[in-house]
């Protein structure tokens, strides 16, 4: 039942090129930066894993973590809510050369297809994007006199989300707004990998408080001290 890893490198090591992969964070708030960049660092030392397909609320800010994994050519496809963000430099060129495909999700229904895949629902029907470009080829219904669009769930191979409190059978607890995608994220996954600042022996976090049960927890690793996705883009650094 032990889930813990000892480094965030090894905690990545496994996923392969192709890998559909759930990232939490709502910009830089619950964003895993320490193993996006293990994940970084695996491919400029190996080549792999490449063609990834990331699933997050944004295409990437500056030139760390997710951004730095569309600079380095990992990422094939993005499907996220916002791409166009203020400093989204990294996507934009990628984009613009035609180096990296868009699925473009409204923010409401991205949640609510992450979630769906992990309460076991293969679709839903919403009212946002009806008569628009983003419904084009989607089944639709009406209800009560109004229409919906017929949305699937949002599936994954891993899930790469952050935490503050964990224990070592994979339970966590988050650090509020950094909560955010990522319980949702660690139940729609087939296998979540998760960093948490404090890692403690179970029954160390009140049951009471725990927002995902370890049963939702592949791999655990302790990043004390995590870096904040914006304060390294304020400081210019590029990874």
């Not at 996923?15 to 964070?25: F, K, R, S, T």
């Not at 319980?183 to 927002?211: N, R």
Request: proline letters at 5%; hydrophobic letters at 40%; aromatic letters at 8%.
């Amino acid at each position: 039942m032990d889930k813990t890893i000892s480094t965030v490198a090894e905690a990545v090591a496994e996923i392969p090129d192709g890998a559909q992969v759930m990232i939490g964070g709502f910009g830089g708030s619950g964003a895993p930066i320490e193993l996006i960049h293990a994940l970084i660092d695996r491919f400029r030392a190996t080549g792999s894993p490449k063609n990834i397909t990331v699933i997050n609320n944004n295409a990437g800010n500056g030139y760390i973590g997710i951004a730095a994994m569309i600079k380095a050519g990992m990422v094939k496809k993005m499907i996220c809510s916002f791409p166009r963000s203020s400093n989204a430099e990294a996507f934009n060129e990628k984009f613009l050369a035609g180096e990296i495909e868009l699925e473009l999700v409204p923010q409401g229904t991205l949640a609510e297809r992450i979630r769906a895949r992990g309460a076991g629902i293969p679709a839903f029907y919403t009212p946002t994007s009806f008569g628009t470009e983003l419904a084009e080829g989607k089944p639709t219904e009406e209800f009560d006199g109004k229409m919906y669009v017929r949305e699937s769930w949002l599936k994954a191979d891993y899930a790469l989300i952050k935490g503050q409190m964990g224990d070592t059978v994979g339970n966590m607890t988050y650090r509020m707004a950094g909560r955010n995608f990522n319980p949702l994220m660690a139940m729609a996954a087939t296998k979540t990998i998760a960093q948490v600042s404090e890692l403690g022996a179970p029954g160390s976090i009140d049951p009471q408080q725990v927002i995902t049960p370890g049963i939702f927890v592949d791999a655990i690793v302790e990043v004390s001290e995590p870096q904040q996705e914006e304060v390294l883009v304020r400081t210019g650094v590029v990874y």
